[in-house]
Every structure is written in C-alpha cells, then in structure tokens.
C-alpha cells in the first residue's frame, strides 16, 4: 500500500467517525446554561486570582522601594559619618603640624608635654 492511500484511507475513516460525534454534541438549553453559568464563575474566580496576584506584586514592589530607600538613606549616613570623622582627622593633624613647626620655630609652648614615666 502507498503512502497516499494510507493517507486517503485514514481521512475517509476519521470523517466517518467524527460525524456521529458531530451530531451527538449538540447539548440541550439546561447545558448550555449550565455550561455558559459554570464558565462566568470560573472567569470571575480568574479575575479574582489576577487581582491578588497584581496587588500582592504592587505589594512586594512596593517593599523592594522602601527598602532600597532605607539603604540609600543609611549609606548616606554613613557616608556622612566618615567625611566627618576624615574632616576632624585633617583637622588635627593640620594642628598638630602647626604645634610641630611652632615648637621647631621656638614657640615651647606648643611641644608636647614629656609623659611621666611609671
């Protein structure tokens, strides 16, 4: 047997037996209600279940912002934090120079003191 026959044959035998299926399909008014009711409830119930899932999304974007805004906010303080500490840290060794070529110059006044020994 060809290709082409086999072909042939298995069109002709699904045409036959999809056409009692076809003529047993046709369902009456209280299925179709049934059916046309059953589908409503089941595209409210999806409704429902994407308007959970985008407000729980908008819930956890929204948590992500605040929390990188935390995080923003505390590396600012920080960051503040430690240009204070480096300006006191330049500002003492800017004095502690000028005490330094005070006392070269013959200001004793501004050498430090000899710490007493134990």
Known sequence: MRFGTVARAGLLMSMVLMAPIAAI????????????ELNEAQARFAAQQMA???AKRQAIAD???????????AVAAHD???????QKAADDQARWEAAVAA???GDYSQC???QPQP
């Open 63 to 73: 948590e992500q912002a605040a929390a990188e805004q935390r995080y923003r906010e």
């Open 103 to 105: 006392c070269n110059a």
């Open 80 to 86: 503040a934090e430690v240009a204070a500490i480096n």
């Open 25 to 36: 399909a046709k369902d009456t008014p209280e299925e179709e209600a049934q059916r046309r």
């Open 52 to 54: 959970d899932y985008q």
């Open 112 to 114: 430090a003191q000899p």
